[in-house]
C-alpha cells in the first residue's frame, strides 16, 4: 500500500464514518429518550433523496401520500388542540410539495420536511402508544415498520437507483469531491449544534432529563411524550440532511439505507447506546474499519465490519454483571 491508497482509504473512511456517526447519535438519543432503537432510520434516511428527485422530475412522490395517511391517525388519535399540529403540518407539507415540483431549493427543502413530518408521525401512531411496553416489544414494532417502510419504498421507487446532482461539483483533492467537504462541514455543524442545543437550551436540558430519568422529569413538569416527539424529530432531521449530501455520493434506492442505518447502529453499540461522544467515536472507527477492510479483502468487509459487535456486547455483558454485582 502506497501513501496515495493510504489517503484514499483515510478520506473514504472518514466520509462514511461522519455519516454513520450521525446516525450513531440520533439512535442513541432516540433510546435514550424513548427507549426504541429506530431501526427504520436507515429508511427515513433514503426517503430523502428519493423524494427529492421524484420532485425534481416534477411528479409527487408516494412517501408524501405515506406522510399525509400516518399525519391523518394522528390527528385521529389526537384530543383538544393537539389536533392542530398534524392537520396544519399535513395541509402545509402539501401545499409545500405543489409548489416544489421542478424547483430545487423548494425541493430540498420538502424533502427534508417531508421525513421530519414522517419521523414524529411513526413515533406518535405507533410508539407513543406503547409507551409502557418493553424494549423487545418496541423493537418487534420497529422491525415490522422496517419491513414495512422498505416494502413501500419498492412501491413509490422501483428497484432503480438514483443519483441526485451534487450541491457543490468537482473535486477538491484526488478522492474528496466537494460533495464530500459538504457532509464533513455538515457532520462538525451538527455535532456543534446539538452540543450547544443540549449544553445551553431549556429544551435540550429538558431533553436530557427526560432522557436520564422519565419519572423525575414528569414530576418536574416535562412530558416525555413529547420529549419522544422532539427526539423523533431530530433524529428524523440529521437522517434526512445525510442522506440529500451522502446520495450524490453511493446513489440512492429503496434497500440501500437499511445497511447505513445497521452500521450506524453497530456505532451505537460500540457506545453501549448511551454515551454520544463514545458512539461518534465508534462509528469513526467503523467508517476507517470498513474502508480498510474492503481493500484488503472486499468479498467480507460486510462481516468483518459486524464482527465489531463482538467484543463490544462482551464488554457490555461483562459491565453489567459488574453493576450487578
Known sequence: MDATILSFLLLDGLQNGVIYG??????????????????????LLMFAPLSLVWLLEGK????????????GAWALMARGRGVLLPLAGGVGLFLLFLLAKGVPPLAYLAAVLLVVYLGVATYRVF??????????????????????YQGLGLVFFGPEQFRPAPLLAGEVVVGLSWQGVLVLLFAALSLMV?????????????????????LGARLLGIHPEEAGMVAFGIASLLAAFSGLLLAPLINAA????????????????????????????GALLVGFFESFTSFYASAYKEALVFLLLVP??????????AVEE
Open 22 to 43: 450521525l446516525l450513531a447519535l440520533s439512535l442513541v438519543l432516540v433510546f435514550a429518550v424513548t427507549r426504541v432503537i429506530l431501526v427504520p432510520i436507515g429508511e
Open 194 to 214: 446539538l452540543y450547544l442545543f443540549f449544553r445551553f437550551s431549556l429544551f435540550g436540558k429538558a431533553l436530557l432529563a427526560a432522557a436520564e430519568n422519565r
Open 312 to 321: 463490544a456486547l462482551f464488554y457490555q455483558s461483562l459491565r453489567a454483571r
Open 60 to 71: 409527487l412522490p408516494g412517501t408524501l401520500w405515506l406522510a399525509l395517511a400516518l399525519g
Open 127 to 148: 410508539f407513543q402508544p406503547m409507551r409502557g411496553a418493553t424494549v423487545l416489544s418496541l423493537l418487534i414494532m420497529a422491525v415490522g415498520l422496517h419491513v414495512a
Open 254 to 281: 429503496y434497500f440501500m439505507g437499511f445497511m447505513l442505518g445497521l452500521k450506524g447502529f453497530v456505532a451505537a453499540i460500540l457506545g453501549g447506546l448511551a454515551s454520544y461522544p463514545v458512539a461518534f467515536l
